[in-house]
Antibody
Framework: QVQLVQAGGEVKQPGASVKVSCKASGYTFTSYALHWVRQAPGQRLEWMGW????????KYSQKFQGRVTITRDTSASTAYMELSSLRSEDTAVYYC????????????WGQGTLVTVSS | DVVMTQSPLSLPVTLGQPASISCRSSQSLVHSDGNTYLNWFQQRPGQSPRRLIYKVSNRDSGVPDRFSGSGSGTDFTLKISRVEAEDVGVYYC??????????FGQGTKVEIK
């Protein structure tokens, strides 16, 4: 079955960058798109961006444009989300979510990675 | 950007009773390909979100049939026919019609009275 496994939590200082990973298994990695969604404490889900795992094309939410970069390593079946110029408001759980070719968007979710931004 | 608005934001329900959540979009969600890309997600406390419904009314595999989705255009509804204790959590609608930007609603918290 499809699994998306994310790395453990990170603690970063304001101004730093963080790179979160999402390893996929159970399907052909390059066949589907992967999204990144974040959730600040007590807040709603917030879509950040998307990568076509096949050709590497990306699209980012305007809110994060210029600060977020999504990449993938097809040999490792892994996608990455890097967020720069971190501030305290970026403290959140960051999820990767994968599409399904038959049923569509955000069918599968990783377990989330807590990123804490604190001095 | 498309704005998704849910109501109510909090929904106390008696066990065994029905529940209904509304989701409205600021633009029609009918795609040029004829599909309507409106999904519903459930997030239980401390867990990752789980997709329940895709394209308005299609239940994902393993989702109990007490969950149903309906609607068209800009107005959509998620219904739980008889709420069970395991249904406690936050429910989100999300549009994917106006990709490549996806938008979530604010979330509706379902709790047991």
């Amino acid at each position: 079955q499809v699994q998306l496994v994310q790395a453990g939590g990170e603690v970063k200082q304001p101004g730093a960058s963080v790179k979160v990973s999402c390893k996929a298994s159970g399907y052909t990695f390059t066949s589907y798109a992967l999204h990144w969604v974040r959730q600040a404490p007590g807040q709603r889900l917030e879509w950040m961006g998307w990568i076509n795992a096949g050709n590497g094309n990306t699209k980012y939410s305007q809110k994060f444009q210029g600060r977020v970069t999504i990449t993938r390593d097809t040999s490792a079946s892994t996608a990455y989300m890097e967020l720069s110029s971190l501030r305290s408001e970026d403290t959140a759980v960051y999820y990767c979510a994968g599409d399904d070719i038959l049923t569509g968007y955000l069918a599968y979710w990783g377990q989330g990675t807590l990123v804490t931004v604190s001095s | 950007d498309v704005v998704m608005t849910q109501s109510p934001l909090s929904l106390p329900v008696t066990l065994g009773q029905p529940a209904s959540i509304s989701c409205r979009s600021s633009q029609s969600l009918v795609h040029s390909d004829g599909n309507t890309y409106l999904n519903w997600f459930q997030q239980r406390p401390g867990q990752s979100p789980r997709r329940l419904i895709y394209k308005v009314s299609n239940r994902d595999s393993g989702v109990p049939d007490r969950f149903s989705g309906s609607g068209s255009g800009t107005d959509f509804t998620l219904k739980i026919s008889r709420v069970e204790a395991e249904d406690v959590g936050v429910y989100y609608c999300m549009q994917g019609t106006h990709w490549p930007t996806w938008t979530f609603g604010q979330g509706t918290k379902v709790e047991i009275k």
